[in-house]
């Protein structure tokens, strides 16, 4: 009204429609189901599964054909190969309009590990050390920082123990804690402090182990011994603080004493098996060769060849995560609580934002010729062997007259979905206006599987299944930065889905 000009309607995203889509179609089986409340009883009273649902249910199938049909085709069929759509295969080519301009190689290999995070950060820092170094093919050691991330996270495992001590062990608190205590997972400002702290090494001068590509054997022996040290710990810490003539640095001092004593147990077992790895302020030398035949040899500290090559003008240190996570407030700084690996390190922090904030990072980096750094839930509407991430990849819906109506907060409250996997944008293809269709990823999963290793991610499974995307403080958008810098953080609990490690 008067004579100020009406603003235009806001437009929403897609990702925003797609979740009011969503949430409208959960509102209508609510209101339908309020609605039949009302005018029809259960068949079980008691609320046990009866034959009268089954024959009801049976009934409704017998009259639909098509149902009929996926039954005669899908008893012996995998629905993850029956039901994948043509026009979703044929829409994710691997074909993109914008690329980095230098081209990695090998494609890395994970094997039977959790070490994806690490893979993914090794892959983004190589980009430079091979220019740097004129090499066709190259690849740090991702057992160098895994082993360095074990040793410091039993440390940081113990370091909890016995600051809560005093708990009950059946807490809810220190039960958590107690399950996935050294995952080989991991997020970004986890390997910053790896980074800072311990430098890297080519893969030469640190090479894979059995265990370092199949860890679940020694981390079932490593958990079973930390939670021991644990109960000692705990033992001991009451039975110190029975005697009031100590000081509560006293008791510290002599606790941490003892975890010392226990630690060396870890650090014999993951030096048998990973092998002893070089000290960060010790010097090695690598000789190598170019891409041109030509042989060459450097002699320095882990930590010294990180600051040398490892990165040019984006330094890890001063890089970032987004994230889209749309049960919280957009525009605040995140942390979870007692989350981390290296004790008294860098704390891990999210700034929360839009999806299409993460979107546009994605393209200004690689823009800027930097690869991308990110986190996503990779099993879901994903096929490993074509390499297709794609939310219309399976005919679910129309093949079992289903609807899936969960917004992508619903995944993350219900847990449905969480971060599971990182790995490396190096492309994108971009339509008319400049929007993202699909994504190009270097994955580690090893050459046979996508596209020689890498994988299509349509923009719509991005909206949904994409949480998180690191940005040098350089490239991204200032309002952020600043937000990222005040420091005011909102803690998360433990176990919420956003300390998930990747």
């Not at 920082?145 to 370091?159: A, G, R």
């Not at 009451?238 to 004493?257: G, I, P, W």
Request: net charge negative; proline share 5%.
């Amino acid at each position: 009204m008067g004579s100020t000009p009406s603003k235009p309607a806001q437009q929403l995203s897609l990702q925003e429609q797609r979740e009011v889509e969503k949430s409208s179609y959960v509102a209508q089986e609510l209101s339908r189901s309020l609605a039949d409340l009302s005018i029809s009883a259960p068949l079980s009273a008691d609320g046990a599964l009866s034959l009268s649902n089954v024959n009801a249910w049976e009934e409704a199938v017998e009259k639909s054909p098509k149902l009929q049909l996926a039954r005669n085709i899908l008893n012996h069929s995998n629905i993850r190969e029956a039901l994948v759509s043509r026009s979703a295969q044929i829409a994710d080519a691997h074909v993109f309009n914008l690329e980095l301009d230098f081209k990695t190689a090998p494609i890395t290999n994970q094997k039977s590990s959790g070490r994806c995070w690490l893979f993914a950060t090794t892959n983004v820092l190589r980009y430079n050390i091979m220019k740097k170094l004129n090499l066709a093919d190259f690849q740090l050691s991702q057992a160098y920082l895994f082993f360095w991330d074990k040793l410091n996270k039993s440390n940081y495992y113990l370091e909890l123990s016995i600051e809560h001590a005093d708990l009950p062990v059946d807490d809810r608190l220190v039960y958590y804690l107690s399950d996935e205590l050294i995952s080989d997972g991991g997020q970004w400002d986890m390997v910053v402090n790896l980074l800072e702290t311990y430098g890297v090494v080519p893969q030469p001068a640190y090479p894979e182990s059995l265990h370092s590509s199949l860890s679940s054997p020694i981390n079932t022996l490593l958990k079973t011994k930390l939670r021991e040290h644990a109960l000692i710990l705990r033992d001991l810490s009451a039975s110190l603080r029975a005697n009031s003539a100590l000081s509560e640095e006293a008791v510290l001092a002599t606790l941490r004493s003892k975890k010392e004593e226990l630690l060396k147990e870890v650090y014999v077992v993951m030096s048998a098996t990973l092998g002893v790895p070089p000290r960060p302020n010790e010097k090695f030398t690598w000789d190598y060769y170019d891409k041109d035949g030509k042989a060459g040899s450097w002699t320095g500290t882990p930590q010294e060849f990180y600051k040398a090559f490892a990165y040019d003008k984006y330094s890890p240190a001063d890089s970032f995560s987004l994230i889209n996570d749309p049960r919280n407030a957009y525009g605040k700084l995140y942390t979870v609580d007692k989350l981390g690996n290296i004790w008294g390190g860098r704390p891990v922090l999210y700034v929360n934002t839009e999806i299409e904030n993460l979107k546009q990072a994605v393209v200004k980096q690689l823009k800027a010729g930097h690869p991308v750094f990110f986190g996503c839930d990779v099993g879901q509407f994903s096929d490993r062997v074509q390499g297709i991430m794609d939310t219309a990849l399976f005919e679910y819906e129309a093949t079992f007259d289903i609807k899936f109506g969960l917004t992508k907060a619903d995944r993350l409250r219900t847990n449905e979905s969480s971060m599971t996997h990182a790995m490396v944008i190096s492309g994108v293809h971009l339509d008319a206006m400049g929007r993202p269709v699909r994504y190009k990823v270097e994955n580690s999963w090893g050459d046979a599987v996508g596209d020689k290793g890498y994988f299509v991610m349509s923009d719509a499974w991005f909206e949904q299944f994409v949480y998180q995307v690191v940005i040098p403080k350089a490239l991204a958008p200032k309002e952020l930065v600043k937000v990222f810098d005040e420091g005011k953080k909102e803690v998360l609990p433990p176990w919420d889905p956003m300390g998930s490690l990747a």
